[in-house]
């Protein structure tokens, strides 16, 4: 069923995230009680997750080992296209076909533990 759109806004859309906890604390006082007058409140918070460690503190590599191993267990394969971006669990955006073409064009210069992180993904090199 097509969402109710007024003046091209899709109504609920827009309603999903003002009840959003981060954009319902952005609002005004009036705002949050001209909503709360509609039935309209916040909603509650999604648990954090603590199985997943947070990619943060990660470095660049890390990050683009981390984006590889969860691009094949949703894909099946290592075959990334060059433009594609990875999202990590933690919002964490990585190009990771150019980060793959930038780990073969400097894998002489990684570390022997870099390129057994590698390996262990089964990379194959001559596929990329």
């Not at 709360?36 to 947070?54: D, F, H, R, T, Y």
């Not at 076909?97 to 390129?115: C, F, Y």
Request: hydrophobic fraction near 40%; charge should be neutral; aromatic fraction near 4%.
């Amino acid at each position: 069923m097509p969402g109710v759109t007024v003046h091209g806004m899709d109504i609920g859309k827009w309603l999903a995230r003002q009840r959003t906890p981060k954009v319902w604390q952005a609002l005004t006082d009036g705002q949050r009680e001209r909503l709360a007058q509609l039935g309209i409140v916040p909603s509650a918070p999604e648990p954090e997750k603590l199985a997943k460690p947070s990619t943060m503190l990660l470095g660049a590599f890390e990050k683009g080992v981390a984006a590889l191993t969860q691009y094949k267990a949703r894909e099946g394969s290592l075959t990334v296209p060059r433009g594609h971006v990875e999202q990590l669990e933690d919002g964490t955006e990585v190009k990771l076909g150019v980060w793959i073409m930038n780990q073969k064009g400097s894998r002489a210069k990684l570390t022997t533990d870099k390129l057994q992180q590698l390996a262990d993904l089964e990379l194959d090199w001559a596929e990329v």
